[in-house]
């Protein structure tokens, strides 16, 4: 079992959309991260979340962290091609263990 | 770029035979973790060194060992190879040991066969 669960595992859309990708624990966490991986790429860090209720925004992205701190959700407006990967949410609970979610793969058609 | 290093990009090997993957973290980072990521199972965390000590240990199969060397760069060995095997893996690098924010290298491809 993950102790990150991502959803959708899987999002398909139209440019111009927009879209929510949700990462929920039973777990408290002291900060949550997203990346973005591409095929046959390393994940790229997009953002850490620290403080419950935190919301950043990165361009038509908007990262929130849910009061509880256990909880994250990740919003894309007017997605475009570009936004296309392999969303991942990653967190540590514990000392040293990084663990990620399994991933929501995002594609976005012109 | 990242700022990690991984070599190699490729590997093609046989089962049963032993393999060495290299990393190279960002230049100031002391932690460095090794992932395995299949279709299947994900991004899995096997094991983590800071500063030349392991910290973390994850699923990490006995048949697979790391270390980190006093330069900072780690290895990555597995043996005993089985098809099984094949994957991502890859190296990320962090300033410190809290879960920080990690730094991907590209991966090393690993198809046994």
């Known amino acids: 079992t993950q102790l990150l669960e991502q959803s959708p595992q899987f999002l398909s859309i139209q440019e111009g959309e927009n879209l929510t990708v949700y990462c929920n624990s039973s777990s408290v966490f002291s900060s949550l991260q997203w990346y973005r991986q591409e095929p046959g790429e390393g994940p790229v860090l997009l953002v850490t979340v620290v403080t419950g209720g935190e919301v950043k925004k990165l361009k038509r992205l908007t990262f929130q962290f849910g009061d509880a701190r256990k909880d994250s959700s990740l919003h894309i407006t007017a997605a475009q091609p570009g936004d296309t990967g392999l969303y991942l949410c990653?967190?540590?609970?514990?000392?040293?263990?990084?663990?990620f979610g399994a991933g929501t793969q995002v594609v976005v058609t012109p | 770029d990242s700022g990690v290093t991984q070599t190699p990009k490729h590997l093609i090997t046989a089962t049963g035979q032993r393999v060495t993957l290299r990393c190279s973290p960002r230049?100031?980072?002391?932690?460095v973790y090794w992932y395995q990521q299949s279709l299947d199972q994900g991004l899995q965390f096997l094991i983590q060194?800071?500063?030349?000590?392991?910290?973390a240990k994850g699923n990490i199969l006995e048949r697979f060992s790391a270390q980190q060397f006093p330069d900072l760069h780690s290895e990555l060995n597995l043996s005993s190879l089985e098809l099984g095997d094949s994957a991502l893996y890859f190296c990320?690098?962090?300033?410190?040991?809290?879960?920080?924010?990690?730094?991907f290298g590209q991966g090393t491809r690993l198809t046994v066969v």
């Open positions: 060194y800071y500063n030349g000590e392991e910290r």
């Open positions: 990653a967190g540590a609970p514990s000392w040293g263990k990084l663990q």
């Open positions: 230049s100031g980072d002391l932690s």
């Open positions: 990320a690098s962090s300033v410190g040991t809290m879960g920080t924010e990690a730094f």
